[in-house]
């Protein structure tokens, strides 16, 4: 994988962003409870998982760059760990939830990224994927600038986005709103 990496530099300016941590939506299709494993898949400076956190859940945020890891380190008691989310360094069935926000249109290999965080998902657990939805104008015009700005995104549809799950042992649903699409995936 190459040495430059947009999140690296991105990092110092990441959590000055506007956030909008965590949705209804996304709360609700968690459905955390205290004690739960949750890994964070390209959680970043583990702002999401920081939130998470406070309702008693154990948190691990995973990301491959080293700034926005540090951002997470510095938020303490989130076990960030650096890898890649197309190869995860866990046992398999070692979360009670996985999540991913606003990471899947940025990874190397989509269709590996999700056999990984199906796998490490325990049976009966869940694992909920938020992305901005491409079949919005906006979005579709975020994406142009992701383009412009030559970041290797590839943004895929609420639809293709579950079909990187066919034929694996789950439920399946799509949400949508505003510009937004949430894939919940419930492990058989
Ligand atoms: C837009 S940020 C979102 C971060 C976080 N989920 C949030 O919502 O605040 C995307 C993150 O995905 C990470 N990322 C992209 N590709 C990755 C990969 N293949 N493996 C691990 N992390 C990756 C980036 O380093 C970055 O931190």
Do not use: C
Not at 2 to 29: C, G, K, Q
Not at 39 to 57: E, F, H, M, N, P
Not at 77 to 97: H, I, M, Q
């Amino acid at each position: 994988m190459p040495t430059f990496d947009h999140f690296d530099v991105a990092a110092r300016f990441y959590e000055n962003i506007p956030p909008a941590p965590l949705s209804a939506i996304l709360s609700d299709l968690l459905a955390v409870f205290p004690g739960a494993r949750i890994l964070d898949a390209g959680g970043g400076t583990g702002r999401l998982a920081q939130v998470l956190a406070q309702s008693g859940a154990r948190l691990t945020v995973t990301d491959f760059s080293h700034g926005m890891l540090r951002g997470a380190m510095r938020k303490g008691g989130l076990s960030p760990t650096r890898a890649a989310v197309e190869r995860l360094p866990f046992p398999g069935a070692s979360f009670d939830r996985v999540l991913m926000v606003d990471a899947l249109h940025h990874v190397y290999h989509q269709g590996q990224t999700a056999r990984e965080m199906f796998r490490v998902l325990r049976p009966g657990g869940r694992l909920v994927i938020e992305e901005p939805d491409i079949d919005t104008l906006t979005v579709k015009l975020l994406a142009l600038g992701e383009k412009l700005l030559f970041m290797r995104s590839h943004f895929l549809s609420g639809e293709r986005m579950a079909a990187l799950f066919a034929g694996l042992p789950a439920a399946l649903s799509l949400r949508r709103e505003d510009h937004t699409v949430w894939l919940l995936v419930e492990k058989d």
